[in-house]
């Protein structure tokens, strides 16, 4: 019964197909007089009419939805591989795709049928073409602008790459170093100092999970004593165009 249902309407979104509705409901009551909470009495569906009056003609009906106020209702423990582009997408399908899935099937029939679409075109619509349009993109790095500094340290540095956040962390190998989001294209950081010179892996954390470890960025560390004037040439080699003709290593 609807009388136990809260739905509140929300703000239209752009979607796909020009708008997106989303319902939010709620059980108010256990829908028994005695004790206990079955599974089964807590199933509602959302029908679309256009008088008040459903047991007329009806222009939409939804499949048969679980209602709960859980906000952990769904979770599981599993195994989290940061290295997965996934990683995002699981956390999400496991806590709220399943609850929402039979709602946006509903909507997009719906939204088929106002665009003069055949229902069969897009029914079923798949899980996972759904999924893909409504779950969060993985972090990654692109590139690193510098990407090497001296070991002292010190150094802004600019990561960037695509889905960055507020509250995204930045870690130079084990370290993790102050970041300020930029953009969410952009992460700008202080390079920590490094005892010894060499290349280290750049990746990304957010609440203790790390993303890039696949695909890391790298920073090179450079000692103080190292640019002699045979090591400023070779830096000079790798920046000046080369063209057909032109020596092996350039006079000094």
């Known amino acids: 019964m609807m009388r136990f249902v809260t739905v509140n309407n929300s703000d239209t979104i752009l979607y796909r197909y020009r708008f997106f509705l989303k319902f939010f409901l709620k059980c108010n009551q256990n829908c028994l007089k005695t004790a206990g909470n079955p599974r089964d009495m807590r199933r509602f569906q959302v029908v679309l009419s256009t008088t008040v009056n459903v047991d007329g003609h009806v222009l939409a009906v939804s499949d048969n939805m679980f209602v709960h106020n859980n906000s952990k209702h769904g979770r599981r ?15 999400w399908y496991t806590n709220e795709c399943k609850t929402i899935l039979p709602i946006l099937q509903f909507l997009f029939r719906l939204l088929a049928l106002l665009q003069g679409f055949a229902p069969s075109m897009l029914d079923p619509l798949p899980d996972s073409l759904l999924s893909f349009w409504f779950c969060s993109a993985t972090p990654c790095i692109k590139a690193i602008s510098p990407s ?74 450079t000692a103080l004593n190292e640019p002699t004037i045979d090591y400023g040439f070779q830096r000079l080699q790798k920046v000046i165009p080369r063209h057909p003709g032109d020596p092996e290593r350039l006079a000094k």
Request: charged share 20%; net charge neutral.
């Open 77 to 91: 423990a599993r195994r989290l591989d940061p290295s997965e582009g996934r990683m995002l997408y699981e956390e």
């Open 148 to 221: 090497e500094g001296w070991t002292t340290g010190g150094a802004m540095v600019i990561i960037i790459g695509d889905n960055f956040f507020d509250g995204l962390q930045v870690v130079f190998g084990t370290m993790l170093v102050w970041s300020e989001l930029i953009t969410p294209h952009a992460i700008r950081v202080q390079t920590p100092p490094r005892h010894i010179p060499g290349v280290v892996e750049v990746t990304l954390s957010y609440k203790s999970k790390q993303f890039c470890k696949g695909a890391p960025g790298r920073f090179i560390y």
